[in-house]
């Protein structure tokens, strides 16, 4: 694992450059490439900012390998849940939290909007992604990415990964 | 007052981290820490698109000091008017519009969400920062964050920071 | 032509540069600054996410030089289309997608909200932007800006550029 580095210029640019890559992964359902942004193991979860604020680790998703990720990926292929509508992640600016341990945590709000096929478009979840990066062979991956939805209630439809 | 870095990709960054921090705060309802994201004096004003145009210097909220500023937060804190919902910024990329005196002018869209207890989401406000910032001991504050919304009708949970 | 940058800092900030400039212009309704954002000859097309999957060229809007794109804003000027209503980008983090023959590609997501004179706020467009750049004399200019639009269905108001 190689040191992060922390110049801001350099380590927001590659915030915002992971991070455009990731909603464009899901955004474009190449839902196959999106265990790769993770390292592994890893933790990903999605929760309610209620249940963070409780302090609650149960989520509604929940993985903590890649394997697991990969496992989600093929669950929501099998379902199909993704042909019906489409998303469109809008990511805010990444906020760099600090440095620990060779580690770099970030926080970045996010907003999804959902279209319709007969083109109704909504708000469908806005939150906040909690990271823990670290540098695998020069690209930046998530330890941790905790999504944290503002929105307390859900459909079934969260299933997707955010 | 030191100098400001103008190498864009510095600057651009510095920026990003700023808008960031200080989205995070109001929507962490970590008001207490919003006035430090000021010099003092300041100017900081929330006003209409329509009302900007024509040059009135009224807006809805007005604080040219850091003690304005925390009163309002105090006014705020007592009028609870934080408890029944909370709010997302989606914050746009910032635009470097110059720089002169030793000051940086920039200007950068916003959205903000309103979410429900009851999970209900909506648009709340639109608009843009018009932004003067000064380095203070390798802080960027905001001299000035003028606060143009798109939407010239409000309620008046308006009193909210934005 | 000189060669683009592409130390990522850098560039990542260009870019976040040039799309807050780009969408400032049209959101301010300065409409007559926005075919200078290309380069002549160019390729703006907007189209839907339907379309552009299947490989169609025709778009809902098409120019292909400064010319057509001027002729665009001539003609919508004449229609006072932009009268009645006020927009806003919110352009998401750029993605850088790589190099070749002096030329960057890069993609972005964007968020367009429409604000009405009576205050009712809606989400207008979602999408994407596809973009060829090159930098001319220092500035960077769109070769093609390819708008693709999550929504397949639009009124005629999308004539408006985006």
Redesign the interface.
Known sequence: MAAIDLA???L???L??L???Y??AL?DDRMEEWPGFFSDPCLYLITT?DNHRHGYTAGIVYADSEGMLRDRVAALREANVYERQ?Y?????????RGEADGVVRA?????V?R?M???R???FA???YLDVLVDEGGALRFRERVVVC????FDTLLAIPL
Chains 1, 2, 3 share one sequence.
């Open positions: 801001s210029a350099g927001q640019s590659r915002a450059q991070n455009a890559d909603a464009r955004d900012a489409a469109r992640h809008v990511i805010g600016l990444p906020a760099v926080e970045t709000a996010f907003l909007v279209i096929r007969d083109g478009m909504d708000l806005t939150g906040r503002d929105n307390n209630r």
